[in-house]
Nanobody, 117 residues
Framework: QVQLVESGGGLVQPGGSLRLSCAAS????????MAWYRQAPGKERELVAR???????MYADSVKGRFTISRDNAKNTVTLQMNSLKPDDTAVYYC???????????WGQGTQVTVPS
């Protein structure tokens, strides 16, 4: 059974930084993608950043230039460095693991990020 454990959320003032981390455990195929999603109150969950094991990376337009996703394939960890945070970044952030060959998707429990206005 694959498990994702997140850490690093919290309260930060506008313009500040936070770093989210996620560790995946269990049997994980080499070919996969790890990502961060977020869900704000009353809104749908949205993709923030995604990085495959081969290094292909994408970001939501709203976070380009401010957020950086990185991963350690050997350790099955993914981090999200968030800089220049804005109140609109307030949300629960979820770690996500996709294993395309098995058509499997796993989610972490979520971590709250709050940027007060």
């Amino acid at each position: 059974q694959v498990q994702l454990v997140e850490s690093g959320g919290g309260l930060v003032q506008p313009g500040g930084s936070l770093r989210l981390s996620c560790a995946a455990s269990g049997i994980i195929l080499k070919l996969n993608a790890m990502a961060w999603y977020r869900q704000a109150p009353g809104k749908e969950r949205e993709l923030v950043a995604r990085k495959t094991n081969e290094g292909n990376t994408m970001y939501a337009d709203s976070v380009k230039g401010r957020f950086t996703i990185s991963r350690d394939n050997a350790k099955n960890t993914v981090t999200l460095q968030m800089n220049s945070l804005k109140p609109d970044d307030t949300a629960v952030y979820y770690c996500n693991l996709e294993i395309p060959l098995k058509r499997l998707t796993y989610w972490g429990q979520g971590t709250q990020v709050t940027v007060p206005s």
